[in-house]
């Protein structure tokens, strides 16, 4: 052997020892088909040589593969030049691999391309771990993102920003995307010495975390957090990552409730009256759990004795008003409604004072009820109203025995007009109730006579301009018709508002002018006594004064805010407080102003200027409004507050009277539990779905709203104590009783679920649960939240769509039916022409290799006979000739003339043993093909097998011996039948290929087990003779992973198919069933099991 010869060897046996998958393609011909490929391409593609040359290498492809990694590869063969790619590929087996290729151009001696060489590398492995990373990176950062907590990486060494997610940005008002890669440091500690207090922390033991720590936003503004901070590799550089939890409202809480604490103090200090907490335990026990110091000046008492006992301050109660503060305070334990009380308190020395008391009790879980309120002294009140009803009914008494008329009449700026007051003498003078005049003072001009009416309204005019004493003397004709002379004296005065009061008398005159007409000698002692009787209306009408003085004496001491306004929101008078907290030095001072001269935020007179609006428009009083007043000294009081409508004697609404009790201190003290019952109260009360609080550990109910007790028909009363397992339907308390222990443990954050409950009728409702958790403030669990809604309805409408949609299904059924036997006979005919054109292309396939086989095989045995007559030949020259010329010597070492002697009869050998296969090939596909058979004839079906079985023989060994199928043959004494034997030569083909493709890739072993017997109809047993048998039978069993009942019950429909697709279409068993069943009269049936392998049996009758 030469050395190039020897290095040509050399080099074959490396590439075909590589472990890189190689192959080489011709570059001068269409397709540049591959030429050469080695061991490692096999293993890693999984086809054999022999299927792969001749074959361009797109047969690897797939509908996946990168189009634009083909389009370079493509570019650089047309160009010649190399490239790398990397190809999603598919091996025979149809699994994928990462492919990486390096094709390099082969040029000649002369520079002309004549080659291409692939070299490919499995990288399905490192792919897939730079995906996953990838992948892993890309939900990291999407959780980052996503999520409300602001988080940021920074290296570890310079600080420099590596990450931030939005929220970071939001919170400190900067934007994320400009922060990472910048090279500025970012300081956001308030505090530099926390910053090197953490990342020390950090240094040492990687990590760090702080409860509370204040921070800075870019504005400069601070707020507090909770951080966590965390040593990490971040894309291969040490960096910190660091993630905050706002907790800045935590902290201004607890700032505020030592704040609010502090105030409650020194407001309970300074107070006028006594803050307290009473309560009446489960057991009837009194006490008193909080007295503040202003149980001193009420009480005459030491806050500490009323703490160790509540019976001296109950025993000081006067013994007519006891019955009523027991009867309060049993009302307000039993219907937990606010509590309100006034009465008297009695002393040593038969003192009394008059108190107050206010508070709102609430239920505690031990069954206690604790009451917190105030008690104030209200003495100076009740001897004022006391003093006020007396001058009211002194003056009452006055105005019923004078002679005449009393009255207070008001004219507005506007022009109308209305009497505040007529005294009961209005009836016997005018024939009007009072009432009727106070509604509408039309009545009492209705009534002037027609001459008089003009001059009594100028001098009214005039008197409202001067504002001088009014005296006028007219007729006037009641309504029974009697004529009657009258004489009015008023006095006016100007109001705040603008309008005219006029205080005065009408009287009767009528005898007087019959006198002064019958007796003029008498009219000296007729005006004395006229002077006299206006003496006594002027002296009745100071007392009226002072009646009036009086009364604003008591508005001004009243501890309410009042206050009135005309129409235009134009404040019109107040009392003193009023004045006092709107800064104004006197009453008077609040006349002509509006609520935006008054020291209120801005926001608060709009609210009072839209509240005043609303009243006056609807004409409707608004009661125990609460809302928020600035006073005039800076501080923010909250105000209880009555608005009420004013009208004028015709009904018209010319105003409104506001009076107003600072609450601020209650409202402070009851701000957590008007929470607590504001929350409950919307929950329970106004939602149109039943609702249910439960424990958590025991799931028992502790609060139902009414839709819920309604929905089940139950009381809340017969609810509370059960559990929501407990009234669910048996069949679903499992289901829900899991769902309910997985909220509770914290593993779902809800759930939902349709489930059935038995109401107290034992009516089955059908329900939607949604279930959730409360937390407290700390986010602590503490309760189990439902929301209940029924959806009986629906499901009754569901189940009558059900039963639509079944008998619709129904009609489908019967279509698809129709529909898959016109398919059937459409498949038939359309697989009958195909099999009859595959018969004849067949056919002439096996006489075209015929006749050069027969040629083949005809000179293999004249070629053995030349070639041993040559051997002795050379033998004999040899032996005559033992040293030849150094020529023929050299030659013989060329050749190899040793070994060819004995490899060339073994070629032969080989040669006519392939001949022969060719031949069986060749009488097995005519065999197969039936031509002359496509009728019903007697035929051999053991032929046929024979014949099924040469032409997958080539799936049967192919590749090593471990993946070889081995085939059992079981054959019993089969006579010839009558059958169409093309027919089911095909029904043969199709379960042994079947079989292969089910064995094929299955653990050992691969066996495919044959049986033939004959036996007779309706009989299991086979050993009957043979004549008395009228079947014949072929059973062909696996050894393949087998199939479950569903896919046996479908196996022979059209278009059903197990493999994936492209690899079958389904069609194969379904027209075996109809060649056996329908066309042989026999029976097709299928027997498998997971893990059992399957048996297709077939019976043909004889």
């Not at 999520?147 to 920003?161: E, H, K, L, N, Q």
């Not at 959730?772 to 029924?790: C, F």
Request: proline letters at 4%; a negative charge.
């Amino acid at each position: 052997m030469t050395t190039d010869s020897f290095h040509l060897s050399l080099l074959e046996r490396a590439i075909a020892a590589s472990s890189s998958s190689i192959v080489i393609a011709d570059a001068s011909l269409p397709e540049t088909p591959i030429i050469y490929c080695n061991p490692a391409f096999e293993k890693l593609t999984g086809y054999t040589r022999e299927e792969v040359l001749g074959r361009n290498c797109r047969f690897l492809q797939g509908p996946d593969t990168d189009r634009a990694e083909l389009d370079r590869l493509r570019s650089s063969l047309r160009s010649g030049t190399e490239v790398k790619v990397i190809l999603k590929n598919y091996r025979k087996d149809k699994t994928h691999f990462w492919n990486e290729l390096t094709v390099s151009p082969v040029l000649d001696g002369e520079g002309k391309l004549t080659h291409f060489i692939g070299v490919q590398n499995d990288i399905t492995q490192r792919v897939a771990a730079e995906t996953a990373r990838e992948e892993s990176e890309e939900r990291l950062r999407a959780i980052a993102s996503a999520t409300p907590i602001p988080t940021i990486v920074t290296r570890r060494c310079d600080s420099a920003i590596l990450y931030a997610n939005s929220a970071f940005g939001k919170t400190f008002g900067l934007s994320s995307d400009k922060l990472v890669g910048s090279k500025k440091k970012l300081d956001f500690y308030a505090n530099a010495s926390d910053r090197r207090q953490l990342l020390e922390l950090v240094k040492q033991h990687g990590f760090s975390d702080s409860d509370r720590i204040c921070l800075k936003k870019a504005n400069g503004s601070f707020f507090w957090v909770k951080m966590s901070m965390r040593a990490i590799n971040f894309k291969g550089e040490a960096a910190i990552l660091s993630a905050f939890y706002d907790i800045t409202d935590r902290v201004e809480a607890e700032t505020a409730l030592r704040q609010s604490e502090a105030r409650l103090q020194k407001l309970a200090a300074n107070v006028p009256g006594m803050i307290y907490q009473f309560q009446l335990a489960a057991d009837g026990t009194l006490s008193f759990p909080y007295v503040s110091s202003g149980c001193r000046e009420l009480y005459e008492l030491e806050p500490e004795v009323l703490e160790n006992s509540a019976i001296p301050a109950i025993e000081i109660v006067h013994p007519d008003d006891a019955p009523s503060f027991q009867e309060t305070v049993a009302i307000s334990a039993k219907t937990l409604d606010p509590w309100r009380w006034e009465g008297r308190l009695v002393f040593p020395g038969d003192r009394i004072k008059w108190i107050s008391g206010a508070s709102r009790p609430e239920l505690s879980e031990k069954g206690d009820i604790i009451w917190d309120g105030l008690l104030i002294d209200i003495s100076d009140r009740k001897q004022a109203e006391s003093a006020l009803q007396q001058s009211e009914a002194r003056f009452q008494k006055m105005a019923a025995n004078l002679p005449g008329m009393i009255y207070q009449y008001l004219l507005h700026p506007d022009g109308s007009n209305q009497f505040i007051y007529v005294s009961p003498g209005c009836w016997e003078l005018y024939e009007l109730s009072a009432e009727k005049v106070q509604k509408n003072s039309n009545l009492m001009w209705s009534l002037v006579h027609s001459e008089d009416l003009q001059p009594m309204l100028e001098s009214l005019t005039i008197c409202g301009e001067n504002l001088q004493p009014w005296k006028y003397e007219g007729r006037i004709v009641t309504r029974s018709g009697k004529l009657k002379w009258i004489r009015a004296i008023a006095r006016p005065e100007l109001q705040p508002g603008g309008e005219i009061l006029w205080e005065g008398v009408t009287i009767d005159i009528s005898d007087r002018k019959l006198a002064e007409i019958a007796l003029g000698e008498s009219k000296v002692a007729l005006e004395q006594a006229n002077q006299e009787l206006e003496k006594r209306v002027l002296e009745r009408t100071e007392a009226l004064q002072k009646s009036k003085k009086m009364l604003w004496l008591v508005i001004d001491n009243i501890p309410q805010l009042i206050a009135w306004k005309n129409r235009d929101s134009v404040y019109l008078g107040g009392n003193k407080n009023f004045a006092t907290i709107a800064g104004l030095n006197h009453p008077t001072e609040i006349a002509g102003l509006t609520d935006c001269d008054m020291p209120w935020k801005p926001e608060e007179t709009e609210f009072f200027r839209d509240c005043d609006r609303r009243i006056m428009a609807t004409n409707t009083p608004e009661y125990h409004i609460i809302e928020p007043q600035m006073q005039a000294d800076g501080t923010q009081r909250w105000m209880d507050a009555n608005k009420i409508p004013l009208h004028d004697n015709y009904g018209n609404v010319v105003g409104i009277l506001c009076t107003l009790e600072d609450i601020t201190d209650r409202l402070s003290l009851e701000a957590k539990v008007r929470a607590s019952e504001e929350l409950f109260r919307k929950i329970f009360e106004d939602a149109p779905i039943g609702i249910y609080l439960a424990n958590l550990d025991d799931n028992q109910l502790v609060r139902v709203n009414k839709t819920y007790c309604e929905m089940l028909q139950y009381t809340a009363a017969e609810l509370l104590g059960k559990t929501f397992i407990e009234i669910g339907h048996p069949d679903d308390r499992q289901n829900n009783l899991q769902l309910a222990a997985a909220l509770n443990r914290g593993e779902i954050p809800s759930y939902q679920i349709e489930i059935r409950h038995i109401s107290a009728t034992g009516k089955t409702v059908w329900v939607n649960v949604t279930a959730t958790l409360i937390r407290d403030g700390e986010g602590k669990p503490i309760y189990n939240l439902g929301m209940i809604e029924n959806i009986t309805n629906r499901k009754i409408s569901a189940a009558a769509l059900q039963a639509s949609e079944s008998q619709l299904r129904k009609q489908a059924a019967q279509l698809q039916e129709a529909y898959e036997q016109l398919q059937h006979t459409q498949i038939q005919l359309i697989q009958s022409e195909k099999m009859s054109s595959l018969g004849q292309m067949v056919a002439g396939i096996a006489h075209e290799i015929n006749n050069p086989a027969n040629f083949i095989n005809g000179n293999i045995s004249h070629a053995n006979i030349y070639f041993n007559d040559l051997i002795e030949l050379l033998n004999l020259y040899q032996y005559y000739y033992p040293s030849p010329a150094q020529q023929i010597t050299e030659t013989l070492k060329q050749v190899e003339f040793d070994f060819l002697k004995e490899d060339l009869p073994r070629m032969l050998n080989s040669m006519k043993v392939g001949v022969e296969r060719i031949s069986d090939i060749v009488l097995s596909l005519r065999n197969f093909s039936r031509l002359d058979q496509s009728e019903i004839k007697l035929a051999d079906l053991h032929e046929g097998i024979e014949s099924t079985l040469l032409i997958v023989q080539h799936r049967l060994h192919k590749g090593i011996k471990e993946k070889q199928i081995e085939i059992i043959k079981d054959y019993g004494n089969l006579s010839k039948i009558n059958c169409c034997a093309g027919q089911l030569n095909q029904v043969f083909l199709n379960i042994i290929s079947n079989a292969i493709d089910a064995v094929e890739n299955h653990n050992k072993p691969r066996t495919i087990v044959i049986r033939t017997e004959m036996k007779k109809a309706g009989l299991n047993n086979s050993k009957s003779n043979v004549g008395e048998c009228d079947r014949a039978v072929i059973c062909i069993a696996d050894s393949g992973p087998g199939m479950t009942e569903d896919v046996c019950k479908r196996l022979f429909d059209p278009f059903f198919t197990t493999k994936p697709v492209g690899s079958g279409t389904g069609l194969g068993l379904s027209i075996s069933h109809q060649i056996v069943v329908e066309k042989h009269k026999g029976s097709l049936r299928c027997i498998s099991a997971p893990g059992q392998g399957a048996e297709f049996w077939i019976e043909i009758p004889v």
